[in-house]
């Protein structure tokens, strides 16, 4: 075995190596060639794990084992074995308005850890990923981050709403259509991919490629393109490029990756939850983000894409416009342009020559869709560790500092049902508590409560506030992640029915009109909601999940 082939199994070689004097040797032997490889095989080839999230169950995932295949091909082209296996892969869609939202957020933990049993389990040399959707992006950048093993990322790619196909067309975002059907157009999906929205899903194979763990251009291609295969082609070959180069996660997710993720995410007006993934990422490369670099950055960078909720227009359309690479380039004054990235090339190689194609679609910093980055942090008395609001999708400016006696709940459940009991007034705010990670458990997100308040136009001046969480579609003054929860005695937990709650998104601020003496009164009385939750899985969650702001991480 020539020292180069040695170089390419630094992890496979592990699995003969002690053992190839002994009889023993022909178990794992035997076990591979009953997969079809031969000896020479084996002992001269890499062994790539194929990382799928495909199931039938999310059409953000569906269509991933055709890509897998891509993958396969690539790796097998340039000289390696691949080896395919799956994870779980939830649908948020699916589990919004019902108790199996709970154990959504905690999949997240799952993911990686299965990823990284896996790869450990059966020491393979190197991974690609494929994966589309809420959690599951942030799970595979954060397996990635703990293995530092050669690893390229292949986003699933955006979806086709049925709206896309019709010729009055006019963005996807419902705001901009009067008759009803269309509203329900601009959420019917028409192909397999993640929802063509800049929701948590596609915020999160964007900063995917921001990170410079994707080819270039890999995050937006729509997902049932001939140039999506292409690619997943390209990154079954190039992983094995990384390989010999010995190109780790390390190397590319690095502090100055990080800052230039959190300011695309900015810039395209990225979920809330971004708010969550990035710490809980950073948390796995070994550094602590302060959420504070939101509004840091915020105050330096607009939110420049056009795309819903923020905007008009679909990840579709801002592919066409340019992508990611384009958005990089408007953002370059900014950025950390000597960041390695999986193509073997630095960031600023990569953007060059890019030009953006739909000025529309992705703005010039001159003439932004918001003046400031998309998400903002708030803190006060009523959120001292902070909270989380997308500014970008407050449809109603006058809703930016807006004041309202509270409307308290319990739960998300309560809510909907004063809901369509009518027993919410406009110009009130919603608080619900008891849904943070802890408290929920597993942090649910509110979206069929927030969906309800965007098509009632009665309610046009109601803001919610809770230590749960939101979809990344999600519109108007709606304030998450709302630290510390109620579960662990923060101030929501003492909110009641009429306390004047103030909301300054400007100024970032988030208060209660109540005395340091009322809320630590309040306090003294105070006591936890039991729920009765039985679910091991939650349970288990609950004993070891640590604060949203810190990412919601697993604390052992």
Not at 79 to 106: K, S, Y
Not at 196 to 203: D, E, L, Y
Not at 275 to 302: Q, R, V
Request: charged share 20%; aromatic share 6%; with cysteine.
């Amino acid at each position: 075995m020539c020292p180069k082939e040695i170089e390419l199994k630094r992890r496979s070689r592990e699995i003969f190596e002690i053992i190839r004097q002994t009889p023993f040797y022909y178990v794992p032997l035997g076990i591979m060639k009953g997969l079809g490889f031969d000896a020479k095989e084996i002992n001269n080839k890499p062994l790539i794990g194929v990382v799928t999230t495909w199931n039938e169950l999310n059409p953000g995932h569906k269509h991933l084992l055709q890509l897998a295949d891509a993958v396969k091909y690539g790796i097998i082209e340039a000289g390696g074995i691949p080896f395919q296996f799956a994870t779980v892969a939830p649908c948020d869609g699916w589990a919004n308005g019902h108790e199996g939202m709970r154990f959504i957020l905690p999949q997240r933990e799952i993911i990686a850890d299965s990823i990284e049993a896996m790869m450990e389990a059966h020491k393979l040399d190197a991974m690609v990923t494929l994966s589309s959707c809420d959690k599951i992006n942030p799970a595979i950048l954060m397996a990635a981050a703990r293995l530092d093993i050669p690893t390229i990322c292949v986003p699933g790619g955006p979806n086709f709403y049925e709206i896309n196909f019709d010729p009055r067309y006019e963005g996807i975002e419902t705001r901009y259509y009067e008759d009803f059907n269309f509203k329900l157009k601009c959420i019917s999906c028409a192909s397999y991919g993640a929802c063509a929205i800049m929701g948590t899903a596609n915020t999160t194979q964007c900063l995917m490629e921001a990170f410079g763990m994707t080819l270039p251009n890999a995050a937006t291609i729509p997902a049932v393109t001939t140039m999506k295969y292409m690619i997943a082609k390209e990154s079954g070959r190039q992983i094995i490029e990384l390989l010999k180069r010995n190109l780790t996660p390390s190397q590319i997710m690095t502090q100055e990756s990080l800052e230039n993720a959190i300011m695309v995410d900015i810039a395209i007006g990225g979920s809330t939850n971004s708010t969550l993934h990035l710490p809980a990422i950073a948390a796995e490369m070994g550094i602590e983000l302060d959420l504070e670099f939101f509004n840091e950055f915020s105050k330096k960078i607009p939110t420049i894409a056009n795309i819903a909720p923020s905007g008009r227009y679909s990840i579709v359309d801002l592919y066409k416009a340019g992508g990611i690479p384009a958005v990089l380039s408007r953002l370059k004054e900014f950025l950390h342009l000597d960041c390695m990235t999986v193509s073997g090339k630095p960031l600023k190689k990569i953007i060059r020559k890019i030009q953006v194609l739909d000025d529309e679609v992705i703005r010039p910093l001159h003439n932004p869709i918001y003046p400031e980055g998309g998400t903002v942090i708030l803190k006060g008395n009523l959120a001292p560790e902070g909270a989380v609001v997308k500014q970008s999708a407050v449809v109603n400016q006058s809703m930016l500092q807006f004041e309202g006696p509270a409307k308290v709940f319990n739960s998300e459940k309560d809510a909907i049902n004063a809901l369509a009991a009518k027993e919410i007034e406009n110009g009130s705010v919603i608080v619900i508590r008891y849904e943070g990670p802890k408290g929920g458990p597993g942090m649910p997100e509110l979206l069929a409560l927030t969906a309800s308040l965007m098509i009632l136009k009665d309610m046009d001046r109601v803001a919610l506030i809770t230590d749960g969480r939101f979809s990344g579609a999600t519109q108007g003054p709606c304030i998450g992640h709302v630290c510390p929860e109620a579960y662990v005695g923060g101030p929501i937990a003492i909110l009641q029915d009429g306390d004047l709650i103030k909301i300054d998104i400007p100024n970032r601020k988030l208060n209660v009109d109540l005395s340091k003496d009322e809320i630590q009164t309040r306090l003294q009385k105070w006591k936890p909601i039991d729920k009765g939750i039985t679910s091991k899985t939650l349970l288990k969650y609950r004993a070891l999940v640590t604060s949203a702001a810190k990412g919601a991480i697993l604390q052992y």
